[in-house]
């Protein structure tokens, strides 16, 4: 199978404990990824937590399609309150599969997050992903920073 990585590292105003209290939760994916609308059937068992999330496509901008995922995520805290690690897997129907990696550091009164994806697709997908995958990674850096931003 076609692959791709992707990485993108960010600074937040927020500490390594309290982001990683955001993305160890399933139900804070809501948004945090442009297409993903719900969260359901959540099941833990220790530090691994599965779910299925619902992402919303449109296809030729006007048909909409649900396309149901599993996901996989492993919160590992070791290292807090200074670092920690938020990873996982995910499976679409479409046989594209993504790992994922969000690696968080203290950085001053903040934190630094390198969110690494690794993409594999059937042939003629991985262009496609990969495209919506960097512009999804963009944008959960963008709202986590807006999520997790101090009060004003």
Known sequence: MPSAELTHTFRIAAPPAEVFAHLAEPSHYVGLSPLVVAVRDVRRTGRTVRY??????????????????????????????????????????????????????????????????????????????????????RTRARVLTDRLAPPA
Do not use: C, K, W
């Open 52 to 137: 299925t999330a619902v992402e919303r496509f449109r296809f030729l901008g006007v048909l909409p399609h649900d396309n149901l995922i599993d996901v996989t995520l492993v919160a590992a805290p070791e290292g807090l309150p200074d670092s920690a690690v938020v990873s996982g897997d995910v499976r679409s129907p479409a046989r594209v599969r993504m790992s994922y990696r969000f690696a968080l550091a203290r950085d001053g009164a903040g934190s630094t997050v390198t969110d690494t994806l690794r993409l594999r697709t059937p042939p003629g997908l991985l262009r496609f992903a990969a495209a919506q995958a960097r512009a999804v990674q």
